[in-house]
């Protein structure tokens, strides 16, 4: 389907039997009307489970026939993940499905009865209403390569939050036991500091030993950069330290507990890393992304996971407006507000393109000269974060034709037309 408004609202005409369905974990509820608002039989209530679908589908039939339409179009509320099963299911029966915002759901409900009432019975029927005046989008349901590469990303997406919450409690451990720890290693994730923390965590363990004694227990994890001058300091360090001399038993299982946990998860990651890299390169137009000076694997495996099959969009503003990067406007009469970013669109996608692009800055000759620009030209200069933002668009719209051309990045076509004594010089 066509995502400019026009085109929405004329895949409904008289012939179109507009289904609303509300979402829920266990059961939903499905409404049918004409193009008209004219609603037709009793709701129906159907389990999230094959023979509820069906049971919907010989529902969707039975009005078809009844009413003398050729076609219908399906809409829901998008809930949680608890209607991507139906999605997947109508998709497959060719049946056209969309979405609608959950705020228009929200604030179009009271409507028809002037009432804040909200049940499933009332939602099914503001969204078929939504549906109706064009107010919905056309979900982007990834297949093949796409959806394993999202499921990658998100699989990617947890194990870096975990790992993050077990080097954060190792550190609180440390804090607590043996505050002393970060006086003689600087980090933690250190070979010599990850021994001692596997060997004796605890200073009454360590101030028992000869410094001789602990560069003998290291030897066999720090091959070399560990002497005995940072053996005698962590024991010296362990004679004067302050930690806590209590419930040691357990807090040792705990600790052996943390380290076995952040060394499974970064095995994990850095396998799932591999078969990422391993994936991305089948995509096309993703080497010559990777061959942009600055930019990563892992940015380019989570835009193909936001974005999925780049030849399905027609204009790179449809993903500027995916990413919620559009810009929206507040101003009234003379009254004229601050624009900012509508935020409204895929947060991940956002996200992976802001860290994308300050390393481009800091590194790329093209966007360094972009980011001078913006940031020093006499007119309208920006704000460095503002301009930050303006990049990220910019190499959404990059990455769209690399996606569409398979072309390799050409840094001196986006810097036609600046200042010669701006552009600095592309390696």
Known sequence: ??????????????????????????????????????????????????????KLIDWMDFHKREHGKNRYIVGVEPTGHYWLSL??????????????????????????????????????????????????????LLEGVYAELREGVKLRDQLIKQLMVAEGRIQNHIQRYFPEFFDVFGDWEGKAALATLKLFPFPNAIKKKTPEEVLTEWKPFVQRGVGIKRASK??????????????????RMEIECLLKQYELF?????????????????????????????LGTTTVALFFAEVGDITKYSHPQQLVNLAGL?????????????????????????????????PLVAHNPTFKALHKHYTTRSEKPLKKQQSLIALCCKLLRVLFVIGHKQCEFDGSKLLTGLPEKQVLKIA
């Open 326 to 358: 559009s810009l929206r406007e507040h101003s009234s009469g003379k009254y004229k507000g601050q624009t900012r970013i509508t935020k409204r669109g895929r947060s991940r996608l956002r996200r992976a393109l802001y860290l994308a692009i300050r």
């Open 87 to 140: 999605a997947y299911f109508l998709k497959a029966k060719g049946i056209d499905l969309v979405v609608v915002n959950p705020m228009h759901v929200k604030k179009s409900k009271e409507l028809d009865d002037n009432s804040p009432t909200k049940n499933d019975t009332k939602d099914a029927r503001v969204i078929a209403q939504l549906i109706k005046d064009g107010r919905y989008s056309v979900p982007n």
């Open 234 to 251: 962590l024991v010296e360090a362990a004679k004067k330290s302050v930690g806590i001399q209590v419930g040691t038993a357990f807090a």
């Open 1 to 54: 389907m066509n995502y400019t408004q026009n085109h929405k609202i004329s895949q409904i005409t008289s012939e179109t039997l507009i289904i609303g369905i509300d979402i829920a974990k266990d059961k939903h509820v499905a409404r049918a009307q004409d193009d008209r608002g004219f609603e037709f039989g009793k709701r129906l209530i159907f389990e999230n489970r094959i023979h509820g679908f069906i």
């Open 266 to 294: 970064k095995e994990q990651l850095e396998e799932l890393d591999e078969k990422l890299e391993v994936l991305v390169e089948t995509l096309p137009g993703a080497k010559q992304m990777m061959n942009i000076s600055g």
